[in-house]
């Protein structure tokens, strides 16, 4: 067993008003349990109810990372198919500093501050990176790490996503992960637990979810937010 505290980071990404009130189910859910949340928010999902909430989120205390521009558009280059949702995976620089100035206009209307990326499906492209250090992006979490792109550190961590499949699948999948959350927090490091908030419809997995985030607790992890991991190490 690790001497070092785990680092609890749990993300929430899908918000839109058809899926706000489970959202803030969610976050109801972790704020009894003392875990800040890091909010994924696509550029795109505008002014409403869903911006107020999240508002609201990072004023108590929450991280807001940026989760693209628009998930609806398909990316021009693309070396493998991976579906719409995966907007930043293969785009070289010049067509992610464009998208990337987009949803920075975007988010100028909302009165948000996003200095953290978080590309759709957690894959970002090396032009990816290099656009966000160009726009002022200081930490961008992937599939696999957390980038500090001010200082070039890569903290290594694989997020563990939840997400529906098949009912059986879905049951051994999520206690699988359950079992990884346990063994992360173990180690120390970075328990790193995602989900996607349209996928809390289902009470199986939303409840494997919050019992990934308890045993990491048990098992001396604390909760933290991805803003909240730059900041520390940079002082």
Known sequence: MSSVDAKLLVSLSGLTARTLHRCADLAAELDRRQVPLSVLYAARTGEGAVTQWVRGRAAGGDSVLLHGYDHRITPTHRTVHLGKKAEFATL????ARLRLIAAKA????????VDGFAPPRWLASPGTLQALREHGFTLCA?????RDLTTGEIHRARVQEFASQSQRTE???CFALVLAAARAARRGGLVRLGVDA???IRPGLRQAFLDAVDVALENRAFGTTY??????VAA
């Open 171 to 173: 049951t051994v999948r």
């Open 106 to 113: 975007a988010l100028d209307t909302t009165g948000l501050a």
């Open 198 to 200: 349209a996928d809390l």
């Open 92 to 95: 070289p620089a010049h067509e």
């Open 142 to 146: 992937d599939l696999v790490s957390v």
């Open 227 to 232: 803003g909240a991991i730059r900041r520390q």
